[in-house]
């Protein structure tokens, strides 16, 4: 019988490669060819270089295509009808007709595309569009698009605003995630002509980039500009790092659009610009004198990792019990601060295949530094377990704090604090590229001054653009990811 059950579960195990193999193998087509053709429509010819969809967002959308055949004689496409889907030929022909009094008929077959239009606006369709031979099309819905990487134009702008916080120098430091987070931060500003948008002798509070139009810097006291700022130009940029006066003026030439990027906003999410620049310095200084090179994972002030001695820790009382050992409640001998530390049993983990995704999950620790995630405060070691020295939160599970003999939830200003706590939390995460996978009222903890924070990173993984992996509680998956699709940004904040 164990026999029988253990065939059972590796026949289960191998179908489920398989499935992740095929989707894989798919998704791989679909990206090569998503690639050459939305290279073609939205290459530097037709539109600014700084205007192309990135690799990494062309393969969130292979994941959004759907694969359509017709028969020959098929309409596909309607003259007048509003558009809103972008075709790619696979394979066959299609035939374009009705596209105007001195417009030809034209064939175009696999590896051309159609109603490209339909991504950028609403208009109505140019011409109709019929099957020709048998023919098999992948098609790409605009709400589709628009709920994966939002509308079109907002996809392109951001794609020039991270582009352009590249060549920014005092951010050179950022990561790929970072400057992401950065550019989702920035908001449009419509400035009037003659309109100063930084004045000299100010106190900087905002850096700029210019959307549209021209301004002019100028110096009070001086009759000639010093620089005319076109777009795509940025200025104000140390206000991010210091509260020194401006030492100019910039001026509107025309009516104008700016992105319009906030200290407070910046520091709120990625913390002071300066420990920015340090982290860089930390970690070539590291590189230098021998190290591994890895700042993140040897503390510093971006992380949570302390110099506490296990020795100086003494037990105070038990908290429970997991799935590789127990979690007790210490408290530091000299500073009467309190911890809760996780032990687990380095035989119990091997036995379970578990090692790398233990590493895995300290690493992630490690890597998260917020207020809204648990700290881990140290890791120790010796020939039988492995520590976790965690903070400590007294409050109790948020599910608890939800569900109680007395009452079912709590009133609404409360779950909105409680939902915000959360948001920020995985904020952090993502823009270090980390998806939870397990969020649920039973994985946030309530600390002493009724703040709650995310826990257990047991499934949290560094995802780059996809996976497939299907974890996390049954009860609070997402459903796309019960439908075995690849998971998709917006199901990390489903529970």
Partial sequence: MRCFASLCVALLHFASLCFTLLHFASSIVVVVVLVNVLVIVFHPTHTPPHSQIEPAQLELLAGAVQMVTYAPGDVIINKGDVGNIFYMIKSGTVKCTDMGSNSKDQKISSGDYFGEKALLTGDKRAATVTADTAVTVMALDRVDFDGILGPMSDVLNNNL???????????????DSERAAVANMMVVRDVKKGVAIIKQGDVGECMYILKSGSCVATKDGEKEPLKTLNQGEFFGEMALLNNEARVCNIVAQADCSVYELDKKGFQRILGKLSDIMKRTVDKR?????????????????????RDIKFGDLKEICFLGSGTFGRVTLLQHKKNQEVFALKKMSKAQIVANHQEANVMSEKNIMVQCNSPFILKLVNTYVDTKSLYFLMEFCQGGELFTVLHTEEYDGVPEPQAKFYAVCVLLGLQHMATKEIAYRDLKPENAMVDSTGYC????????????????????????????????????????YYG
């Avoid at 605003?161 to 990561?175: G, Q």
């Avoid at 200084?285 to 990792?305: I, M, R, T, V």
């Fill in 161 to 175: 605003n991270l582009r352009i916080l590249k060549s920014v120098p005092i951010l050179s430091n950022l990561s």
């Fill in 285 to 305: 200084k590291n590189e230098n004198e021998g190290g591994d090179g890895d700042a993140d994972a040897q503390g510093g002030e971006h992380n949570s990792l």
């Fill in 453 to 492: 924070k995310i826990i257990d990173m047991g499934f949290a993984k560094v995802v780059k653009h996809k996976t497939y992996t299907l974890c996390g509680t049954p009860e609070y998956l997402a459903p796309g990811e019960l439908a075995k699709r690849s998971e998709a940004k917006r199901a990390r």
